[in-house]
């Protein structure tokens, strides 16, 4: 199954029936969000216009995201505003490894947004439903997460292989990989900052000393995969 493939089937699932809108990761991913608007409420900035969701109020739902949790390991390390959403990066604070990335749209996603032909957007989740909603990001997250991914299991994926965090694919490997797919694709640009989390890494990049973009790298065989959906980058605040 190709990238395309998998990460539309991926926001199928997330789709159905607009049942599940998220789920919560902890020990044992121990519950899923029900559709129903008092649950929803406790997780998501209060109803305004698209694009008027600030940092602030991002890092409020995101403080009560991570008590949900349950999980007294877990902790926030960064949030990252870009131009169509917000980036809460989560991590464990005895391992200091990534443990899972979640995002807060400003308005709901297109297929342009996420590269194009996925059936996502206004008319299969609503603004209703994304605009300032905590979600899991797509992609890696979701998918090559081998630890806290609510889709692990579910892909088939051969680099399901445990929770030891142990990867055949080397941080420098993976800045190679980084930083060839970067020479190819955005001439000019470099790797900046990666974090490695169970499966994969992610990755900052920047050109001329600024934050352009973010990429994840396969722990297992260096696929490299493009954030497309963020936009442009704004600001940053680590709280870790």
């Known amino acids: ?11 199928a699932v997330i789709g159905i029936g607009s049942v599940i809108v998220v789920s919560a990761y902890s020990y044992s991913t121990y519950s899923s969000w029900q559709n129903q608007q008092g649950m929803m409420e ?3 900035v209060q109803a305004q216009p698209p694009n008027s969701i600030t940092l602030e109020q991002v890092r409020t739902i995101a403080q009560q995201y991570l008590a949900s949790t349950r999980n007294p390991n877990l902790g926030i390390k960064e949030i ?21 990335e979640m995002l807060v749209w400003k308005q709901a996603p297109s297929p342009e947004m996420m590269g194009g032909g996925m059936g996502i957007g206004g008319g299969m989740m609503g603004y209703g439903m994304m605009t300032g909603t905590i979600v899991p990001e797509p992609g890696p997250n979701m998918i090559w997460n081998t630890k806290y991914s609510m889709m692990q299991g579910m892909m088939g994926s051969r680099w399901q292989t445990g929770t030891s965090g142990q990867m055949q694919v080397s941080e420098q490997e993976a ?31 920047q050109k001329d ?17 493009y954030h497309s959906w963020h ?9 870790a």
């Open 209 to 225: 000393g600024k934050i352009v973009g973010m990429l994840s790298v396969n722990g297992y065989s260096q696929q490299v995969w």
């Open 1 to 11: 199954m190709n990238k395309i493939s998998t990460l539309a089937l991926l926001l």
């Open 175 to 205: 800045r190679s990989a980084a930083e060839t797919y970067l020479s190819q694709n955005f001439p000019g640009t470099h790797v900046e900052g990666i974090t490695r989390f169970y499966g994969y890494y992610t990755i900052d990049f």
């Open 231 to 239: 936009g442009a980058f704004i600001q940053e605040v680590e709280l």
């Open 42 to 44: 406790r997780w998501r």
């Open 80 to 100: 990252m505003e870009f131009q169509n959403n917000f980036y809460v990066m989560y991590y464990e604070k005895d391992t200091g490894v990534g443990a899972f």
